[in-house]
């Protein structure tokens, strides 16, 4: 009984909005909240016994006989993690999830499309009645329906079909900028990094060496040229590279060959990796500046590389500091440099 009536609700829910007052909406409200249009320039079109090949049979169902799905029955309905939304058919994005509401109506359901290459709105009058049904404006595929009563800022709700759609999920670090350093142990020097405003995380692994994907064990024996290194996601909209240097000096003794505290060896050096002319740059005229300061009674010893391979580390070094808080190394040596770090930094580092 309780299943009857949400699917009641739902159908009434579809089925409320005419012709005319959605299409009216939908060119009002719509243009200013689209995305820059997609690449593609040519429709894709394939017959029936195409389009049987490379579907399934729920989803010929949907896109090509204008079929509707069970309310409550896709898993896309209840998603919210970030990321796009693509046509089944021919990967047209059609939505984002930045648009992606909760209507109550068991669709998924979204208040703009992704640009204006996604969607195709024409007349559907089947069932007794006429509303404006949605299709890939690329390969024609039924996706569903539109309605005028959705939530601000366009007022439209686009009913979809979830077997219609493909969800692709957003890589966090995608629109993140990376910058690659070394200073002596990578736990240390991951916790600092960590611990800064506008630093997404901080990966620890080797870098600097010749040897392919080698071990913490190779690397610590001097033998691959790598350095422990950490390589640092950062939102460049919130911290910049030279304020990264600034951490990245901070957090070590730059004068110290070849080593860091109680560290010694080639794997612990400190090495600046530059990914470009800029960074090469500002690193360099950091160093100089730096030098001219007085602030140390010896040189700079931090090198400054080209960038060119960045190993992730075993597992059990990543977080290691934040997991392992009772290891007597970092009892003595991780925490004691993440608080001097933190004390000398100031406002780039949030809390205590």
């Not at 686009?158 to 070394?182: I, S």
């Not at 010694?264 to 001219?292: C, M, P, W």
């Amino acid at each position: 009984m309780k299943y009857f009536t949400i699917t009641f609700f739902a159908l009434i829910t579809i089925y409320s909005c005419s012709d005319s007052s959605c299409k009216e909406n939908i060119g009002v409200n719509i243009n200013k909240h689209l995305l820059p249009d997609t690449t593609w320039t040519g429709k894709v079109t394939k017959t029936n016994a195409e389009w049987k090949k490379i579907l399934t049979s729920a989803q010929y169902n949907i896109t090509r006989e204008q079929g509707t799905e069970r309310a409550y029955s896709s898993e896309l309905n209840e998603n919210k993690d970030t990321g796009i939304y693509y046509c089944v058919s021919c990967k047209n994005p059609l939505f984002s999830s930045a648009t992606k509401f909760e209507s109550g109506t068991g669709w998924p359901s979204f208040y703009a499309p992704y640009s204006g290459k996604s969607l195709r709105v024409s007349t559907d009058n089947t069932e007794g009645m006429s509303r404006d049904e949605i299709s890939c404006q690329r390969c024609s595929a039924h996706l569903g329906h539109v309605f005028s009563d959705g939530p601000p800022p366009t007022g439209l709700r686009y009913c979809m079909d979830g077997v219609a759609m493909v969800f692709q999920k957003e890589d966090p670090k995608a629109a993140l900028t990376k910058a690659t350093f070394a200073a002596g142990c990578f736990w240390c020097e991951e916790a600092i990094f960590e611990s800064v405003k506008g630093v997404r995380e901080a990966i620890s692994g080797y870098a600097g060496g010749t040897t392919e994907n080698p071990t913490y064990e190779e690397v610590g024996s001097g033998q691959t040229g790598h350095a422990e290194t950490v390589e640092v996601y950062y939102d460049s909209s919130k911290i910049s590279y030279p304020e990264l240097l600034k951490v990245y000096f901070t957090s070590q003794d730059p004068t110290q060959v070849n080593g860091q505290g109680p560290d010694h060896g080639t794997a612990y050096r400190s090495i600046v990796f530059y990914r470009n002319d800029t960074e090469k740059q500002l690193t360099e005229q950091y160093i100089r500046d730096l030098d001219k300061s007085g602030k140390y009674s010896k040189p700079i010893a931090v090198q400054v590389m080209p960038f060119t391979k960045f190993w992730p580390a075993e597992d059990y070094h990543q977080n290691y500091v934040e997991l392992n808080p009772g290891d007597r190394y970092v009892q003595l040596e991780s925490i004691p440099r993440l608080k001097r770090a933190k004390k000398e930094l100031g406002m780039l580092t949030p809390g205590p």
